[in-house]
């Protein structure tokens, strides 16, 4: 009713009109329901694979475009990767159609995704597949060839096993960290160290663990340098840091810091604790060294100074 008495008559709805655009009850009458899927539940890229990035046939890709493959040290298996700790029929991949799965096939060793043991697990797009002492990248998307090349350019800079700098890249670095040291008259230091008896960590506990303690050391020293810092393995149980514009008396200070930081970090694997320490030499760019193999020199005999100065040391 309004303000004069009267009650409105409720105006006769109009006749729909199919050209008239401004009729919202056939606009909602057109719209389409749609459910939505989850991610998880959406069907798998065309092309899956997996390329190694640590190990025998560093960069060989394998594509995942059969129904299953079987990974094992047995001739008859898809995928055969001949090392003694590796079962015979050690693992499976299978497609499902929606998604790619890996399933431990009761191996002797066990089957790791991103380090952590599994019986079956979904891939997604970048898991590391630790199979024995070699390490797949599992890559899946619209482009795999695009992902493939961009995996072998990193593997030329990145260790597989550390996912630290690899030696490639440090003495890359090194070159142009030394030049630059001496042409604007800077501060440049190099550390090199090694696990001490780190074979007999192998022998004890088996390379499985070997690999474990490289790989936690890595980690470890990685959060405790800055960002400008260049941490690499240098190859098998030996580090490098070099330390742009850190003299040597900073860097003998950094050094003794990253060794008191493995001693007394907790490296367990599998249950097992592993005392692990380091020996270190530190060396500092001057006028008598001017080049890479000088500097590298230096720093290692320090390093073995330190080894016979009863490990665990700095020495520099």
């Not at 006769?12 to 655009?21: G, L, T, V, Y």
């Not at 190990?55 to 079987?70: A, C, Q, R």
């Amino acid at each position: 009713m309004n303000r004069l008495g009267f009650r409105p008559q409720a105006l006769p709805r109009k006749p729909f009109d199919p050209n008239d655009a401004s009729d919202s009850d056939h606009v909602r009458a057109k719209t389409v329901v749609t459910a939505i899927s989850r991610i998880t539940d959406r069907p798998l890229g065309k092309e899956a694979c997996l390329v190694v990035i640590y190990g025998d046939e560093l960069g060989k890709k394998y594509n995942l475009n059969t129904p299953s493959v079987v990974i094992g040290r047995s001739g008859k298996c898809d995928i055969q990767i001949d090392q003694e700790s590796i079962s015979r029929n050690h693992s499976k991949l299978v497609n499902t159609g929606k998604s790619i799965l890996v399933r431990d096939l009761g191996s002797t060793n066990g089957t790791y995704v991103n380090d952590e043991p599994i019986e079956e697990h979904v891939l997604r797009d970048g898991d590391l597949i630790k199979i024995g002492r070699t390490i797949f990248k599992f890559l899946t998307g619209g482009n795999i060839e695009n992902a493939y090349h961009e995996e072998i350019y990193r593997l030329t800079t990145v260790d597989g096993l550390t996912q630290i700098s690899n030696k490639r890249f440090f003495v890359e670095n090194l070159e142009r960290e030394i030049a630059r040291a001496h042409r604007y008259q800077r501060a440049l230091s190099l550390v090199m160290f090694d696990l001490d008896h780190f074979k007999r960590i192998n022998d004890t506990y088996g390379h499985l663990a070997g690999d474990y303690v490289l790989k936690q050391l890595a980690s470890a020293v990685k959060q405790k340098i800055r960002r400008e810092d260049i941490f690499a393995r240098y190859g098998g149980e030996e580090f490098a840091i070099i330390l742009p514009e850190i003299a040597q008396a900073a860097a003998l200070t950094l050094a003794e810091k990253v060794r008191q930081l493995v001693e007394d970090h907790e490296f367990r694997f599998e249950n097992t604790p592993i005392d692990v320490t380091i020996s270190m030499g530190v060396a500092g760019v001057n006028s008598n060294v001017r080049d890479v193999d000088a500097l590298i020199k230096l720093a290692d005999e320090q390093l073995y100074a330190a080894k016979a100065g009863g490990r665990n040391k700095v020495f520099g």
